[in-house]
């Protein structure tokens, strides 16, 4: 496996200024505090940033302890090998295994099966599963692409991680633990890259970044470049992480850029992992690599009135964070978000004739909200704020909890507006709340800048302070025995 790394680039030393004459040093004094403002606010306002790259390797120790894992590869077929320890402190072992076929069993017996398969210790000293996933060849007849989620290779294979559960009892109390989590447990050495959720087994290369205290590894099969330089993926992903302050960050996230499966992604909040189809774009306001992203943060559980926010969520902002990363132009980002009235309700999945109704109503309806909070708020709060506080709420969230955390965050009631767009049939048409012309802040792709008018304010500050710094500079050079000084000598 192969490791790109990302090098930070050092600047050059700059020149000392302290033998430089005194209007130089401070015109250079009145520059470097410009500098310094403009590049607070820009890490403020969530500019764009690279860190540095991490070079330990993906894959640590699993909690499966007492378990051996191992893997190999045969053609499409994925084989895992768990052998156990069971000791002779315990009473019993029970394994639960589902997304994998059970090809070889010693030491166990099936007890029931169905969605995931148990099996039950039957005391012997040696035991071990075998279990196999497949996945259809790229381009073979028995799985069309357009539902494919796993795919193989000469060279590699793409396919879920099975869910193995093994549940130790001893005098009554059961340890659980799963061998195959945790970033692929037990199985660092193995050849490929292990997630919790989803592996890719055989060759690839691995482009890792780090920002905000996150690590985004883009994980690319060996073959056919993806559609995307998988570096401008990662620096895509590590600046959505930098712009996206809405907490839920965890220490790290996978991606796999997959050939060969059904369009667009699949992604695991729970799990901090995603697949999106390897030509995806990123010039494209419905960018999958953000949309998926964004997923990733969603920490939340929904109630069923609620469920429409986690696809409405993905889908605005990842064509915000194109926008504001330069990928699609504003007329691009507000295209995406246009559309004729729709009449479902939000809150009641039964309304939704299709299936995009969250992405397409709910993307709208946040758009628009979004550029409410930041009008209510002079641009001090936006939908970000509500994201945050859903991430943090305690149990499922209700309809109920979405309004009291957008009045919270806008400082106004907006239940009359929420009650019509969201829990009720009126349409936002055409992106605009009751079909009126959107003002500047729509979005909040099109209002000015804080930074660049606090950059221009401080500016002049800047130059202002500077005046009695002169004048104050001035009068140390002509003081008495100041060499410094080019004051004529008084006639004698």
């Known amino acids: 496996m192969k490791r790109t790394e990302h090098v930070p680039i050092h600047p050059p030393e700059t020149p000392s200024v302290s033998e430089l004459p ?51 590869r045969d053609g499409g077929t994925v084989r895992y090998e768990l052998a156990f320890s069971p000791g002779s402190d315990l009473d019993n072992v029970w394994v ?4 994998a076929s059970i090809v070889e069993s010693e030491g166990f017996e099936r007890v029931g099966t169905g969605g995931r398969t148990q099996l039950r210790w039957t005391g012997n000293e040696r035991a071990r599963l075998v279990l196999a996933v497949r996945a259809p060849r790229e381009g073979a007849a028995d799985g069309p692409a357009s539902g494919r989620e796993s795919v193989a290779t000469e060279a590699w294979t793409f396919a879920s991680v099975p869910f193995v559960e093994v549940q130790r009892v001893s005098d009554g109390e059961i340890e659980r633990s799963w061998p195959l989590t945790e970033r692929g447990g037990a199985l660092a050495d193995a050849d490929g890259v292990f997630g919790d959720r ?56 996978l991606a796999y850029a997959a050939p060969g499966v059904r369009r667009g992604g699949e992604s695991v909040p729970a799990r901090d992992e995603f697949w999106v189809r390897a030509d995806s774009r990123l010039d494209d306001p419905e960018n999958v690599w953000l949309h998926e992203y964004v ?27 194109s926008y504001a990363g330069g990928y699609v132009d504003r007329a691009a980002f507000r295209e995406h978000l246009a559309g004729g009235p729709s009449r479902a309700t939000l809150t009641d999945p039964d309304t939704w004739a299709d299936r995009p109704v969250p992405h397409d109503k709910g993307g709208r309806v946040l758009a628009v909200l979004d550029a409410k909070i ?18 943090r709420h ?8 979405f309004v ?24 936002v ?16 792709v099109t209002e000015p800048s804080p930074a660049r008018t606090f950059l221009l304010v401080s500016a002049g500050l800047s130059f202002v302070a500077a005046a009695p710094l002169y004048r104050h500079l001035r009068r140390r050079e002509r003081r008495p025995g100041n060499e410094s000084s080019n004051r004529a000598p008084r006639a004698g």
């Open 22 to 72: 005194i209007i130089t040093r401070l015109f250079i004094t009145a520059l470097l505090s410009i500098l310094i403002l403009f590049v607070g606010v820009a890490a403020a306002e969530g500019g764009a940033a690279t860190g540095a790259v991490g070079t330990d390797e993906r894959g640590v120790a699993g909690p499966g302890s007492g378990v051996d894992a191992t893997v190999t």
């Open 96 to 99: 639960v295994v589902s997304g």
């Open 198 to 253: 989803y592996a890719l087994v055989g060759s690839a290369d691995v482009v890792s970044r780090s920002v905000a205290g996150q690590r985004v590894d883009v994980v690319v099969p060996a073959g056919p470049s993806p559609r995307e330089d998988p570096a401008a993926v990662a620096d895509a992903l590590v600046e959505a992480a930098w712009r996206l302050d809405v907490g839920a960050r965890d220490g790290a996230v």
């Open 295 to 321: 997923h990733t943060r969603q920490s939340f559980r929904l109630a069923t009135e609620m469920r429409w926010f986690r696809e409405a969520s993905a889908e605005y902002y990842a064509a915000r964070l």
């Open 374 to 391: 930041r009008t209510e708020t002079d641009g001090h709060r936006s939908l970000q704020d509500v994201f945050r506080r859903l991430n």
């Open 394 to 401: 305690d149990g499922a969230v209700t309809y109920a909890d």
């Open 404 to 427: 009291r955390a957008v009045n919270g965050v806008a400082g106004t009631p907006m239940d009359a507006w929420l009650d019509r767009h969201v829990d009720g049939t009126d349409p």
């Open 429 to 444: 048409a055409d992106r605009y709340p009751d079909g009126q012309t959107p003002g500047r802040n729509f979005g909040g």
